[in-house]
């Protein structure tokens, strides 16, 4: 799909990799929706604020966007948290309130965003010589195929939302709606601007090349691949400069 003159929305579309999703959008031509709960959407871009975690407030976003806009060609489903911590330790169960947070934004906020705007792409006229009535393209993670030590709910998160771009992709292809997923690895985004350099440094160290954290400009590179490839369906492309995490990591341990 050409994004030229589409209307495009991006959850978490106000920092980070969804930021540079959105600006390359933008140049593009496409009109763009950050849904976010705060901060300033990209210059150019509209804002709709959004807790992607209640269903109720999708709901009233999405009809926002389109009694703005008239219709959602694409989505950029990409907001997101961290967290971390052991399932359990000899002191007790792990936090299970932060675990449910995780997946309550992560996981669930994204299907519910997917829910609402895919029912709305339904209706859109085709659009190329192919006739596409959207693209979806999922945030996952290097953590969806290869999980660390303490990432329990990131990585539950991540790898049902993996798993679920080929269902949705089996579920909309019938109305002419491609889903596709970008899964980066380590990124250098506000999520993780306060690692100390030495935890960064480890991280980066099973990087194949380029040994350097990615950025929103390579997400949206991915993005921008992936949108208009309508040949692409039902995949999720690596973003980690073929690194493959260890099962641990030394400074994490305290080694």
């Known amino acids: ?52 975690s209640d269903p109720a407030a999708v709901k009233a976003a999405v009809a926002e ?26 002191d007790g169960p792990g936090d299970l309130d932060a675990f449910r947070r995780v997946i309550g934004i992560n996981l669930l906020g994204a299907v519910y965003v997917a829910a609402e705007v895919a029912h709305r792409m339904i209706g859109n006229e085709p659009s190329g010589p192919d006739g596409e009535r959207g693209v979806i393209i999922n945030s996952c993670s290097i953590a969806s195929f290869e999980g660390q030590e303490g ?11 993996k798993e679920l771009t080929l269902v949705w992709a089996r579920d909309l292809s019938r109305h002419a709606i491609r889903v596709n997923g970008v899964a980066p690895g380590f990124m250098a985004t506000p999520m993780v601007a ?3 350099p030495d935890f960064v440094a480890e991280l980066l160290r099973d990087v194949e090349f380029p040994k350097r954290a990615g950025t929103g400009q390579d997400f949206a590179e991915a993005v921008n691949f992936l949108i208009r490839t309508v040949l ?22 305290g080694q």
């Open 1 to 52: 799909m050409d994004p030229k003159g589409k209307v495009v929305v991006v959850t978490g579309g106000n920092s980070g990799l969804g930021a540079g999703a959105a600006e390359r959008l933008l140049a593009d031509g496409a009109i763009v929706v950050s849904l976010d709960v705060a901060g300033d959407a990209p210059a150019g871009a509209d804002f709709v604020q959004c807790d992607v």
């Open 65 to 90: 966007v389109i009694a703005r806009h008239g219709a959602i060609h694409i989505l950029i489903n990409n907001a997101g948290i961290g967290g971390i911590g052991p399932i359990a330790t000899a």
């Open 151 to 161: 990432m329990g709910a990131y990585t539950a998160a991540k790898s049902a939302l």
């Open 194 to 196: 306060m690692l100390p």
């Open 232 to 253: 692409v369906n039902g995949e999720v492309l690596r973003l980690d400069g073929g690194a493959r995490p260890p099962a641990r990591t030394m400074w994490a341990s």
